[in-house]
C-alpha cells in the first residue's frame, strides 16, 4: 500500500486504516524515530503515554504491548519488534530544548518535525503529546536517574504496528546530532504500511 524513504532528519506523516500494518525500518542502524498517533476520525483521541506505560507495566514497549489513546483505547498494537525496549519517556527533542540542554542555536529537531507534519491535518502546537520513540533508550536507574543513550539499534532493525483503527500517524525521523540517540549521525529509515 505505501513504500517510502524518509530521509534523514525528515517528518512523515499518513493514515493507517484498521487492520494494516506500519513497518519501520531503521535502514542503517542507530537511528531513533520519533512517532506520534491519533484517531484519524477524532485527532482530539489521541496517544498518552501513562495510559500506554500502565497497560504494559513497564516504560519500555516491545511485542504484544498497544498503544494507548488518552481514553484508554487502543491505538496500534506491536506485533513484530526486533529491537525490545523503545522509549517511551525521553520525548523529542527541538530548538528550544536543543537551545537549553547543549547550547546550540538555530537546531531544530523533531518537535518542529512534528508542527510540519501536524499542518498537513489541519492541527498544530496543542496536539503534540510525549511521544514514543523507536530504537531508542533512555536506561532508567535505580535511583531515578535517567538519560539518553547511544543508539544500538542493528541496520535493517525493524518495528511492526497493527492499526486498531483508522490511525493517523506523524513520524519525525531524528535529526538530533547534539545527543547520541542517533550516533551524532541521522540516516534514512522506511515506511511501509502493509496488509
Known amino acids: 500500500m505505501l513504500d517510502q524513504i524518509v530521509p534523514a532528519g525528515a517528518p512523515w506523516n499518513g493514515v493507517v486504516p484498521r487492520g494494516k500494518l506500519l513497518r ?21 483521541e489521541r496517544y498518552h503515554a501513562p495510559n500506554t506505560m500502565k497497560a504494559a ?7 504484544g504491548h ?33 537551545a537549553m540542554l547543549y547550547g546550540v ?26 511521544n514514543i520513540n523507536w530504537f531508542m533508550r533512555v536506561p532508567v536507574n535505580a535511583d531515578g536517574r535517567a ?7 542493528p541496520p535493517g532493525c ?18 538530533q546530532v547534539n545527543n547520541p540517540c542517533n550516533n551524532f549521525n541521522p540516516t534514512p529509515i522506511r515506511v511501509q504500511i502493509q496488509d
Do not use: W
Request: proline share 5%; hydrophobic share 40%.
Open 66 to 98: 498497544k498503544l494507548y489513546s488518552d481514553i484508554a483505547r487502543p491505538i496500534f498494537t506491536i506485533e513484530e519488534d526486533q529491537f525490545g525496549g523503545h522509549d517511551t519517556i525521553g520525548g523529542c527533542c527541538s530548538a528550544p530544548s536543543n
Open 57 to 63: 507495566g513497564s516504560v519500555f514497549l516491545t511485542t
Open 158 to 175: 525493524q518495528v511492526a504496528l497493527r492499526a486498531e483503527m483508522d490511525a493517523l500517524v506523524v513520524i519525525s525521523n531524528c535529526p
Open 24 to 44: 519501520i525500518t531503521d535502514l542503517e542502524g542507530q537511528q531513533a524515530v520519533d512517532f506520534l498517533c491519533y484517531n484519524a476520525a477524532d485527532p482530539l
Open 147 to 153: 538519560a539518553i543513550a547511544l543508539g544500538v539499534s
Open 105 to 130: 542555536q538555530n537546531c531544530p529537531g523533531c518537535r518542529e518535525n512534528f508542527l510540519a507534519g501536524l499542518a498537513c491535518h489541519g492541527l498544530g502546537r496543542r496536539d503534540i503529546v510525549p
